[in-house]
């Protein structure tokens, strides 16, 4: 985080502890797609609000009439409230005396009531959260005695705790601490967690869990600067759409964004020729419900699968579903408005040397189907040579308005977002039979 961005965090924080009503909020995006997150914050809340844009993550100050206009928003994956902005002068030879720092601020000043009111109210916990001595002794002896194991909901293997909304009018508050570090320090992110999570139980006479728990506390330590958060999603907003998954499905979140750099209008026709489990056609039918969504794959599996979706999904997404070849689309010339698309990346499926041949293919066909001048295509992929090549071959039917370097499950993938150009396909076409045949040779 570089100085500007913390000043500008700052700001957000002390603007909110201005005003009551007022919170800052944390949320995380997929990396290199923050500015779609930034567009749809202004769009949601206000084209006024102030986002401070982070490397996979947003900030920004809303009012709490507000909050459930963030619950809506499409293109974020976990949403915080951010409880507490700080920084401090690190002695940096002395891990002793840094850490010393952080619990003399969690005992001494920071106030996290508002936030945890908040927390409490958004997460509908019904506990106690802010217990007596004799109720937290009780409670604490309680559980020793019983020695009672509750599994904690597990999502692909990550334990996400307890749903707060879950609980009894009598439970006291469970929580954990966990932090994540970045820059130089005597200290370990490990220890920065113990020494605050042991300073709030102190504090707020809470239960330490760190499994089945129901607050979960993330402490950011950016350089000298500490972010103190209390998660509110319990599952990530990415888990919704897909009941039926294959190896390489989408994050709804991810097609989200994606749908967005096509800017869909009223009445476009969308495809997906390559929908695999069908994330990106039922995203767009959820989103943009006035456009008309078609999805196809080569792959039988991939067909099943999509319309598994489609039906658990909702009763309201409405999409035409085919099996084809993405080189011989069935479609008229001139006819698509918007392609958006997950293309084989060659790694967890497909073969690069099978890409070379399928994307030259695959865009001179899009060239063909897709409108003059109107048509745009999102292309998502990490095969990024394949895809120059193929930018290549299909010559002026194209020209590229935008890329992005993008995170999707540990892969460092780009986003291509095309615009047709007005050259008729049939004065192109020729020139790329030729070309295909020159490379064959």
Same mark, same amino acid.
């Given at each position: 985080?570089?100085?500007?961005?913390?000043?500008?965090?700052?700001?957000?924080?002390?603007?909110?502890?201005?005003?009551?009503?007022?919170?800052?909020?944390?949320t995380?995006?997929?990396?290199?797609?923050?500015?779609?997150a930034v567009?749809e914050?202004k769009?949601?809340?206000?084209?006024?609000?102030k986002?401070?844009?982070?490397?996979?993550?947003?900030?920004?100050?809303?009012?709490?009439?507000?909050?459930?206009?963030?619950?809506?928003?499409?293109?974020?994956?976990n949403?915080?409230?951010?409880?507490?902005?700080?920084k401090?002068?690190?002695?940096?030879?002395?891990?002793?005396?840094?850490?010393?720092?952080?619990?003399?601020?969690?005992?001494?000043?920071?106030?996290?009531?508002?936030?945890?009111?908040?927390?409490?109210?958004?997460?509908?916990?019904?506990?106690?959260?802010? #217990?007596?001595?004799?109720?937290?002794?009780?409670?604490e002896?309680?559980?020793?005695?019983?020695?009672?194991?509750?599994? #904690?909901?597990?999502?692909?293997?990550?334990?996400?705790?307890?749903?707060?909304?879950?609980?009894?009018?009598d439970?006291?508050?469970?929580?954990?601490?966990?932090?994540?570090?970045?820059?130089?320090?005597?200290?370990?992110?490990a220890?920065?967690?113990?020494?605050?999570?042991?300073?709030?139980?102190?504090?707020?006479?809470?239960?330490?869990?760190?499994?089945?728990?129901?607050?979960?506390?993330?402490?950011?330590?950016?350089?000298n600067?500490?972010?103190?958060?209390?998660r509110?999603?319990?599952?990530?907003?990415?888990?919704?759409?897909?009941?039926?998954?294959?190896?390489?499905?989408?994050?709804?979140?991810?097609?989200y964004?994606?749908?967005?750099?096509a800017? #869909?209008?009223?009445?476009?026709?969308?495809i997906?020729p390559?929908?695999?489990?069908g994330?990106?056609?039922?995203?767009?039918?959820?989103?943009?419900?006035?456009?008309y969504?078609?999805?196809?794959d080569?792959?039988?599996?991939?067909?099943?699968?999509?319309?598994?979706?489609?039906e658990?999904?909702?009763?309201e997404?409405?999409?035409d579903?085919?099996?084809?070849?993405?080189?011989?689309?069935?479609?008229?010339?001139?006819?698509?408005?918007?392609i958006?698309?997950?293309?084989?990346?060659?790694?967890?499926?497909?073969?690069?040397?099978?890409?070379?041949?399928?994307?030259?293919?695959?865009l001179?066909?899009?060239?063909?189907?897709?409108? #003059?001048?109107?048509?745009?295509?999102v292309?998502?992929?990490?095969?990024?040579?394949?895809?120059?090549?193929?930018?290549?071959?299909?010559?002026?039917?194209?020209?590229?308005?935008?890329?992005?370097?993008?995170?999707?499950?540990?892969?460092?993938?780009?986003?291509?977002?095309?615009?047709?150009?007005?050259?008729?396909?049939?004065?192109?076409?020729?020139?790329?039979i030729?070309?295909?045949?020159?490379?064959?040779?």
């Amino acid at each position: 985080m570089n100085e500007d961005n913390e000043s500008n965090l700052r700001k957000l924080f002390i603007e909110s502890l201005e005003n009551d009503n007022v919170f800052i909020i944390a949320t995380t995006v997929d990396t290199g797609f923050e500015w779609q997150a930034v567009d749809e914050c202004k769009e949601k809340l206000d084209k006024n609000v102030k986002v401070v844009k982070e490397r996979g993550k947003i900030y920004f100050n809303v009012y709490w009439s507000q909050f459930a206009q963030v619950q809506e928003m499409r293109s974020i994956d976990n949403v915080y409230i951010v409880a507490d902005v700080r920084k401090f002068e690190f002695s940096g030879n002395s891990k002793e005396a840094d850490l010393q720092l952080f619990k003399d601020a969690v005992h001494n000043d920071m106030k996290l009531e508002k936030a945890l009111n908040a927390w409490k109210s958004i997460t509908g916990f019904q506990g106690k959260i802010y #217990p007596t001595t004799d109720e937290y002794n009780i409670a604490e002896k309680d559980r020793k005695l019983c020695n009672i194991t509750v599994t #904690p909901i597990t999502v692909k293997g990550r334990k996400r705790g307890q749903d707060p909304s879950d609980t009894k009018e009598d439970e006291i508050l469970r929580y954990r601490v966990t932090c994540e570090r970045t820059g130089k320090h005597t200290f370990e992110s490990a220890e920065v967690a113990r020494a605050i999570g042991g300073e709030l139980q102190d504090k707020y006479l809470w239960l330490v869990d760190l499994s089945t728990y129901y607050l979960e506390v993330v402490c950011k330590v950016i350089d000298n600067e500490l972010i103190t958060q209390l998660r509110i999603t319990h599952e990530s907003k990415h888990h919704r759409n897909i009941m039926c998954f294959g190896p390489t499905t989408l994050r709804a979140t991810v097609c989200y964004n994606l749908l967005r750099l096509a800017h #869909p209008n009223p009445g476009d026709i969308i495809i997906d020729p390559m929908c695999g489990s069908g994330s990106i056609p039922i995203e767009a039918a959820l989103v943009y419900s006035q456009s008309y969504i078609i999805g196809g794959d080569n792959h039988p599996k991939a067909v099943h699968n999509t319309k598994s979706n489609i039906e658990a999904s909702s009763s309201e997404c409405k999409i035409d579903l085919l099996h084809w070849n993405v080189s011989q689309l069935p479609f008229k010339d001139s006819f698509v408005d918007i392609i958006v698309t997950d293309m084989p990346f060659g790694k967890r499926s497909g073969r690069m040397m099978d890409n070379r041949i399928l994307y030259k293919q695959f865009l001179i066909e899009l060239g063909r189907i897709m409108k #003059p001048l109107r048509g745009r295509s999102v292309l998502l992929t990490y095969d990024r040579r394949s895809l120059s090549m193929a930018l290549q071959a299909a010559g002026d039917l194209f020209y590229v308005t935008k890329t992005l370097g993008v995170n999707i499950g540990g892969l460092q993938a780009a986003v291509y977002v095309l615009k047709r150009t007005d050259i008729p396909y049939e004065q192109f076409k020729p020139k790329a039979i030729k070309h295909m045949m020159r490379k064959k040779k």
